[in-house]
């Protein structure tokens, strides 16, 4: 007869279960305890998510030393102080290194496999658990949990069902639920009587008024603008500039709350890119509180407004003066002032939305390119969820519950997230480390 009973159960096999996975089993071999370890993921296999980080090349973590890695974590970092610091960046590298990993370090001390295959970092994780004792059984869906005072009884899809002393929540937030991400976690820790902060997407698309040729809110809350509705003719015109190094500010109700500079994409989506990801956070919060958003981009954010005024009468002089341009209306000469001062893709959907722009205002137009902000595109296809299980009712240190002892929470269902850049996987390592670890040694 199948023995479903385990010390620890961890439910969910993606970056926090898998090392929670870990950091139990190696616990357990360390004290010389047999502790029973076992990992129960939905899916058919572990990690599903992590498959499609970083467009596939899985940008697993980020070297920053803690001051400035802190500075990219939200609502409050203190809350991953311990995790972080028991699981570094540097030891989660050498971890996966020690499993046989390749890594690489590139721009802005983002770290991926050698291989760019996100697919070689899951096997890895998986291995890693595997090796050090933890039991992984993939196809196990979790449908119900029971807290019966001295254990934990969980009952699955398939009718198996499971018993365990402690219990790890691992099973991530509610983006991209084609991967199993479908926010069962927080129904559990509602259940179990915890407070979960307000839910909403981010590292997600923001929508300019007028992309789209519906602005309808879908089903996931007010502002949502489901990716797969159709380009309007601007959008389609914006959609697929990439702009490097740029401005991007933007103001909510009038007040400017956050200003970044470098790369910006427009996608199908919307405003993208690593400075489009950086403000859709702030972007899409307001926008479900109901607030005006206005995004304002500085095409030219190295040249003063008053040198860029200079340079461009100086330009518009020279085209003016040029005999080949004697018999050119004014709409003509100035569209080949724009080709001098933007990438030709992009020259439509500028003049589109500047009608009113002439050679004396360009400059002004250039450095503050407003966009009225309508929406932002859902779960469907957001990186991370903000919002989760309520960091006041978690011990940090340990990452236990402070109503139900022995339910440890780790990863996404946390409410924790990052900007872009590793941030979000290393919290899911440590968080999902620590988690394991507290749980073993208790």
């Known amino acids: 007869m199948e023995n479903n009973s385990a010390d620890i159960i961890i439910i969910g096999g993606g970056a926090a279960g898998l090392m929670a996975g870990a950091g139990a089993a190696r616990t357990y071999a360390s004290l010389g305890i047999k502790g029973r370890v076992i990992i129960l993921e939905k899916m058919t296999r572990p990690g599903r998510k992590i498959m499609i980080t970083g467009k596939g090349r899985c940008n697993f973590t980020n070297l920053k ?14 809350a991953l102080k311990p995790a972080f610091h028991n699981l570094t960046s540097e030891k989660m590298m050498e971890f996966l290194e020690s499993h046989g990993l390749e890594t690489v370090v590139e721009r802005g ?9 996100a697919s070689d970092v899951v096997d890895t994780l998986a291995k890693a658990a595997r090796e050090a004792g933890a039991e992984l059984l993939c196809g196990k869906e979790v449908v119900e949990i029971a807290d019966v005072g001295i254990s934990f009884n969980i009952g699955c899809a398939d009718g198996s069902t499971y018993d365990c002393r402690k219990l790890i929540i691992c099973t991530g937030g509610l983006s991209y639920p084609k991967t199993g991400s479908t926010g069962d976690g927080y129904i559990w820790a509602r259940e179990m009587g915890h407070s979960i902060r307000p839910l909403f997407p981010s590292l997600t698309a923001v929508v300019p008024k007028g992309y789209k040729v519906s602005e309808q809110t879908g089903n996931a809350g007010k502002g949502h603008i489901d990716r797969s509705v159709q380009l309007s003719e601007t959008g389609s015109s914006l959609c697929g500039n990439q702009l490097k190094n740029v401005g991007l500010s933007i103001f909510v109700d009038g007040n400017e709350v956050q200003s970044e500079f470098g790369d910006l994409d427009f996608t199908d989506g919307g405003i993208e890119g690593p400075i489009g990801f950086k403000v859709s956070r702030r972007c899409v919060n307001a926008v479900i509180n109901g607030s005006k958003v206005t995004a304002v981009i500085d095409l030219k954010p190295a040249v003063e407004l008053e040198d860029l005024t200079v340079r461009i009468g100086t330009l518009w002089n020279e085209i003016s003066k040029d005999k080949r341009n004697a018999n050119r209306l004014y709409k003509d000469r100035f569209r080949i002032l724009l080709t001098k001062l933007l990438p030709m893709s992009l020259i439509p959907a500028f003049s589109s939305l500047n009608p009113n722009v002439d050679h004396k205002t360009l400059a002004k137009a250039l450095k503050n390119w407003k966009m009225e902000i309508s929406g932002y595109v859902g779960y469907e296809r957001c990186v991370v969820t903000a919002g989760g299980v309520s960091l006041e009712e978690v011990t940090a240190k340990t990452l236990e519950s402070r109503l139900v002892p022995g339910l440890y929470f780790a990863g996404e269902v946390l409410d924790l997230d990052a900007d872009t850049g590793g941030y979000n996987l290393q919290i899911a390592f440590s968080t999902g480390y620590l988690a394991g670890i507290s749980a073993a040694k208790a």
């Open 65 to 78: 030393a803690w001051n400035e890695f802190s500075g990219h974590i939200h609502p409050k970092p203190n």
């Open 109 to 117: 001390d983002r770290v991926f496999p050698a291989s760019h295959l």
